[in-house]
């Protein structure tokens, strides 16, 4: 049976969670986690890579006949690492566990994701997505509502409906007064 040497994108809770059930297969030759934490270096070796330094991360593959790349967090795929490899000769042959750049919009835009769900009719909360263009409309339909807002940023400012309290959640004319502050 060929080992597999593989390369685990990512330095959180859940790289952790997948090194030390990755460390536990027969079939794994050597693990890399790139950057990794204190935990992760317990079931791999902790490499100083960014996970978003797609040539050192290539070149790394290579030096290290990394047979397969895991991307634990959503970063990497958002900015097109999947991509990156597939277009690369020279690595395109390596499993990359993880969406392309399109398919990781779903995780990496809320707004996207958003729109995705309204348009094929799968349920979720109530949202609004609002830029420079459009904020005094949504503000002036926001006023005096009661409902909790998150601000999220993803190169505009998203004010998103919730009605299960977050920690971040402020009633809306106050979330509403940051996001008119944030986008001048």
């Known amino acids: 049976m060929e080992k ?23 079939k794994l030759g050597k693990l890399y986690i790139a950057p990794g934490n204190g935990g992760t270096g317990a079931y791999g070796e902790n490499v100083a890579i960014s996970p978003l330094d797609f040539d ?6 290579v030096d290290n006949s990394i047979n397969m790349v895991v991307v634990g967090n959503e970063d990497p795929l958002v900015a097109g690492i999947y991509d990156y490899f597939k277009a690369d000769a020279q690595v395109a042959d390596v499993m990359i566990v993880g969406p392309s750049k399109a398919g990781a919009q779903l995780e990496g835009s809320k707004d996207f994701a ?3 769900m309204q348009r094929h009719g799968i349920p979720t909360a109530a949202y609004l997505s609002v830029t420079a263009d459009n904020i005094d409309e949504i ?26 309290p977050k920690a971040n959640s402020k009633p809306c004319s106050a979330a509403c007064s940051a996001l008119r502050a944030l986008l001048w």
């Open 56 to 61: 050192a991360v290539k070149q790394f593959v």
């Open 114 to 116: 958003k729109g995705f």
């Open 139 to 164: 503000l002036q339909h926001e006023i005096g509502k009661t409902f909790k807002t998150v601000l999220e940023h993803a190169g505009v400012y998203k004010c998103t409906r919730s009605t299960k």
């Open 4 to 26: 597999l040497n593989i390369l685990l994108l990512g330095s959180g809770g859940r790289e952790c969670a997948l090194a030390w059930k990755m460390s536990q297969s027969a």
